[in-house]
T-cell receptor, first 113, second 113 residues
Framework: QQQVKQSPQSLIVQKGGISIINCAYENTAFDYFPWYQQFPGKGPALLIAIRPDVSEKKEGRFTISFNKSAKQFSLHIMDSQPGDSATYFCAASRAGNNRKLIWGLGTSLAVNP | EAQVTQNPRYLITVTGKKLTVTCSQNMNHEYMSWYRQDPGLGLRQIYYSMNVEVTDKGDVPEGYKVSRKEKRNFPLILESPSPNQTSLYFC????????????FGPGTRLLVL
């Protein structure tokens, strides 16, 4: 049972365009929602994270939008660049249970020059 | 430099030949974890450790062992590797739990023939 559903599985965007990756979760007890970025041949690295007390968090060209009622959160990459080509993972966790991270299956993003 | 190191980075072995993948972190993190990454299956947690001498099963622990005798080291042991353990393995660490920023190692690509 996939508790965090990520879509799309793959995405191709033109340079300068907006990349949007969506995640949906089921457990309303989740209170921490990070996005990790993984380049080929590297381990994942935290990109940006949000907690449900805010609806949006922006860091540079990367924005998380959070919709608590819909149990969805999304990553927006503005002015997408070829250097953004990577796999992106969303995840969620809740207090307790060692704060186990529940991962989405990942989105492979390719930004064409 | 703060980092998680893994060795070896690449390994080809044969079925049944015991192997150990080492993981070390220099950030004084309490929490360490092992993941395997397979196409279409995302990141799946194998084992984790909340602190020295404290380890617990993740989602896919069968066929693996771990130990945490020192805070900085968390080796992954495959007592009798099988071809279905061919995968990309990542070690990760964080200050307290998986719900905090996790720092990933560079990965170990394992092929079991």
């Amino acid at each position: 049972q996939q508790q965090v559903k990520q879509s799309p599985q793959s995405l191709i965007v033109q340079k300068g365009g907006i990349s949007i990756i969506n995640c949906a979760y089921e457990n309303t007890a989740f209170d921490y929602f990070p996005w990790y970025q993984q380049f080929p041949g590297k381990g994942p690295a935290l990109l940006i994270a949000i907690r449900p007390d805010v609806s949006e968090k922006k860091e540079g060209r990367f924005t998380i939008s959070f919709n608590k009622s819909a149990k969805q959160f999304s990553l927006h990459i503005m002015d997408s660049q070829p250097g953004d080509s990577a796999t992106y993972f969303c995840a969620a966790s809740r207090a307790g249970n060692n704060r186990k991270l529940i991962w989405g299956l990942g989105t492979s993003l390719a930004v064409n020059p | 430099e703060a980092q998680v190191t893994q060795n070896p980075r690449y390994l080809i072995t044969v079925t049944g030949k015991k192997l150990t993948v080492t993981c070390s972190q220099n950030m004084n993190h309490e929490y360490m974890s092992w993941y395997r990454q397979d196409p279409g299956l995302g990141l799946r947690q194998i084992y984790y450790s909340m602190n020295v001498e404290v380890t617990d099963k993740g989602d896919v622990p069968e066929g693996y062992k771990v130990s945490r005798k020192e805070k900085r080291n968390f080796p992954l042991i495959l007592e009798s590797p099988s071809p279905n353990q061919t995968s990309l393995y990542f070690c990760a660490s964080s200050f307290r739990g998986s719900g905090e920023t996790q720092y990933f190692g560079p990965g170990t690509r394992l092929l079991v023939l």
